[in-house]
């Protein structure tokens, strides 16, 4: 099944997860979700078999519940099930990341334990460079390096505390726990900011709160990460979840 394409224009950009295509209209592109799984920086590469699909799928769902809670985002459809069209953004080079819950390199580079809740959440930024392998940011080095201003930063900021709200309570519905996750923006055209990239098990940590043994209820890319099996099934429960509420 996916290996069907909309008729699109020039490949624009290769990412890790996705393909990116210009289309006959200039303010629209057409993201291509692939099957392709990387981590650490794409030292560990791999697929994981119905991946793009799914995640195409657990975005328009959530890019859409967010949009209908009045979040600017730059999601238009899905003209085939691992095909998205969104609208053309300058990326702000910032990733952005949101921990509710203590997980990964918060816990490596602190010593914090593994699940301890975080109140208030965590928002901080990263470099999105990965020549430089992504670091983390001060607000300093983030107006030293000019990736964007304070106005944009605190913009960013509020944005992602009121999607770490809405996420959070959507996939509690979902009685799944929104341990962390990453968010990137851009720029419209006509300069507005707005939520871009993806949110899929790919970008976030979730954990099943139905289960309490710590390997079985992971349902997000650490699965990949860290050889826990079963990536496919996680990836397919998450979107089973998410689609029975959104
Ligand atoms: P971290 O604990 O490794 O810093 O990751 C925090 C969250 O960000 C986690 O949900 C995974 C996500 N993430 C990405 O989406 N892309 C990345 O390149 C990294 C490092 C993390």
Redesign the pocket.
Known sequence: MGESRSPSGEKLYEGKAKILYATEDSEILLTRYKDDATAFNAQKRGTIAGKGQINCAISRHLFEMLESAGVPTHYVDCPTPIEMRVKRLTIVPL?V?VRNVA????CKQTGIELGRVIEPAIVEFCYKNDDFG?PLLSEGRIYALKLATPDQVEEIELMSRRINELLTDFFKQCRITL????LEFGITTDGKIVLGDEISP????LWDNTVEDPQARVL??DRFRQDLGDVEGAYRRVLEKVAAIA
């Open positions: 990733e990341i997980a990964g390199s918060l992504d341990v962390d996750f990453k790919d970008t976030c940590r997000d890319k």
